[in-house]
C-alpha cells in the first residue's frame, strides 16, 4: 500500500487521527503518572521530616528560661552541610524570627525561612506544615516546621526539620523518563496496531480497487468477488454502471452498422449506373462517389474506434498479429521479395478489440512494405504496465522530417505517382487517438521511415 503524501488519504487520514489521539492520552498519562510519583515520594518524605519536628519538639524542654533542645541520634544532623538539619526559633512580637537552636549540620548558616511561610505558622498554630526553602550551597530542601508553646518559656517557638530534596527530584527525574520511554514504546505499538488494523480494516476497498482496475484492463468483465455490506451497495451499482456503458457502446455499434449498410447502398447504386453510363458526368459521379465512399469508411471507422475505446474487457493478444500480418504482406509484396523482422513477447497484449489492432499495425507495417526496398522491422514492447509501443522501421527512401506532419494529415500523398488515398497514416492516427495513443514519426536506423505507435496495454 503506497501511499501519494501530494493528494488525499483516507489511510493516512485514519493513522493520522489515531497517532494524534494516542499522543495526547499517552501524554496526559505520562504527565499524570509523574506527578502522581512525585506526590508520593513528597509525602514520604514529609511523614519523615514530621516525625523529626515531633521529636524536637517532644524532647525540647526550658531551663531558666531558655529552650534545651534534645539530644538526638540523628548522625547526618552533625556533619556540616550533610542535607539533614534542624532548628528552633523564637518568634518576636515585631515577626521576626531569632534562632535559639540549631543543628550542627547547618555550621554557621541560618535557614532563611520566607515571610509568607512565617505568616502561614503564625495562623495556624500547634499544626505542620511544609514548604521549600533554599539551604546550604544553594541546595533545595523540604522543610516540615509547627509553631507552639514551650511550659516555662515566653513567646512561641517554631521548630523545623529539613532535608535536601535532591533525591526525591532524581528519583522523579529518573521515573520521569522511564515512564517517557515505556509510553512511546506503548505509542509505537499503538501507532503499528492502528496501521494494521486499518490495512485489514479497508483490504475489501483495496480489493474492490484492484478488482475496477481488472475490468478497465480487460482481464474481467464484472465485479465478481464478495463485499462487506458497507461496500457491497458501491459494488452493486459499478456493475449496473459497467452494463450500462456496454449496452450503450452495443447500441452505438448498431447505429453504426445501420448507417453504414444504409450509406453504402445507394453509394454502390450510384457507381454502378455510372459505370453503365459511360462519359464526363459518368466520370464526375464516379470520382465523387469513391471520395464519399472513402469519407463514409474514414468517419464510420472512427466511430467505432471510439466506441470501442469506451470498453475495457476487450484483449488482444499482439504476437499472433503481428505473425499474421508478417506472412501476409511477406506474400503481398513478394515481388520486391519483401523480409519482414518482427518481434513480440507473448504476453503483450493490446486493451481494444483485434479488427482495430490489425487495421493500426497493418496499415504501419503495409505503409512500410510499400515503401522499403526490401527490408521492414517491427518490434513491439511493453512500456509500462499501462502502455505498449510498436516500432516499424523501413529501408526505404524516408521522408524528410519537415513532411512528417503532413503525412499525418488526412488526404496527404507523399508520393502522388504511388497508389492510394493518403489515409493510411492519418487513419492510424486517428484510430490511435481514439483509443488514447499516438502516432510518431522518425528516421529509421535502416534508413528509411520509423513509425512509433503508442497504445493501451492490457494487463497479463
Not at 143 to 168: C, K, N, Y
Not at 213 to 226: D, T, W
Request: some cysteine; proline content about 5%.
Amino acid at each position: 500500500m503506497k501511499l501519494d503524501l501530494g493528494k488525499p488519504s483516507l489511510v493516512r487520514r485514519l493513522v493520522v487521527l489515531a497517532g494524534v489521539w494516542n499522543l495526547v492520552v499517552l501524554l496526559l498519562a505520562g504527565t499524570f503518572l509523574t506527578a502522581q510519583f512525585r506526590e508520593a515520594a513528597i509525602r514520604r518524605f514529609d511523614q519523615s521530616l514530621a516525625v523529626l519536628t515531633d521529636d524536637l519538639y517532644a524532647g525540647s524542654s526550658v531551663e531558666d528560661g531558655r529552650v534545651k533542645a534534645p539530644f538526638l541520634t540523628d548522625i547526618r544532623a552533625t556533619r556540616a552541610y550533610s542535607g539533614r538539619y534542624w532548628q528552633i526559633l523564637a518568634l518576636r512580637p515585631n515577626g521576626k524570627l531569632a534562632m535559639i537552636e540549631q543543628s550542627r549540620s547547618l555550621f554557621d548558616i541560618m535557614l532563611a525561612i520566607p515571610a509568607v511561610q512565617a505568616d502561614r505558622l503564625a495562623a495556624a498554630p500547634g499544626k505542620t506544615l511544609f514548604f521549600d526553602l533554599p539551604g546550604p550551597q544553594n541546595r533545595p530542601l523540604r522543610a516540615a516546621a509547627i509553631l507552639t508553646r514551650l511550659p516555662g518559656f515566653e513567646g512561641p517557638v517554631v521548630f523545623i526539620a529539613a532535608e535536601d530534596r535532591s533525591p526525591i527530584d532524581a528519583d522523579a527525574s529518573r521515573f520521569a523518563r522511564i515512564t517517557a520511554i515505556a509510553l512511546l514504546i506503548l505509542g509505537l505499538g499503538l501507532i503499528s496496531a492502528v496501521v494494521v488494523q486499518v490495512r485489514v480494516g479497508l483490504a475489501p476497498l483495496f480489493r474492490l480497487r484492484r478488482e475496477v482496475a481488472s475490468v478497465r484492463r480487460g482481464k474481467s468483465e464484472r465485479l465478481s468477488h464478495a463485499y462487506p455490506v458497507e461496500l457491497e451497495p458501491l459494488a452493486v451499482e459499478l456493475n449496473a454502471l459497467l452494463a450500462h456503458n456496454q449496452d450503450v457502446v452495443e447500441r452505438q455499434r448498431t447505429h453504426v452498422g445501420n448507417l453504414a449498410h444504409a450509406l453504402k447502398t445507394p453509394l454502390s447504386v450510384m457507381l454502378t449506373e455510372a459505370s453503365q453510363r459511360p462519359g464526363a458526368l459518368a466520370e464526375v459521379v464516379t470520382r465523387q462517389a469513391d471520395v464519399m465512399r472513402e469519407q463514409v469508411d474514414h468517419h464510420l471507422r472512427r466511430a467505432r474506434a471510439a466506441a470501442r475505446s469506451q470498453t475495457s474487457g476487450e484483449r488482444t493478444p499482439v504476437e499472433p498479429i503481428l505473425d499474421e500480418l508478417a506472412v501476409t504482406l511477406e506474400q503481398i509484396f513478394q515481388d520486391k521479395g519483401v523480409e519482414i523482422d518482427w518481434r513480440c513477447p507473448e504476453d503483450l497484449c493490446f486493451q481494444g478489440e483485434r479488427q482495430d489492432l490489425m487495421e493500426l499495425a497493418g496499415n504501419v507495417m503495409e505503409n512500410a512494405g510499400k515503401w522499403c526496398r526490401g527490408k521492414v522491422r517491427a518490434v513491439a514492447e511493453g512500456v509500462s504496465g499501462e502502455r505498449l509501443r510498436l516500432i516499424v522501421d523501413d529501408d526505404g527512401p524516408g521522408l524528410p522530417a519537415d513532411r512528417w506532419a503532413d503525412a499525418l494529415k488526412r488526404g496527404q500523398r507523399m508520393d502522388e505517382n504511388a497508389p492510394g488515398s493518403g489515409l493510411g497514416l492519418s487513419i492510424v492516427d486517428e484510430l490511435a487517438r481514439a483509443y488514447g495513443g499516438s502516432v510518431t514519426l522518425d528516421a529509421s536506423p535502416l534508413g528509411g521511415l520509423r513509425v512509433v505507435l503508442e497504445l493501451p496495454r492490457a494487463g497479463g
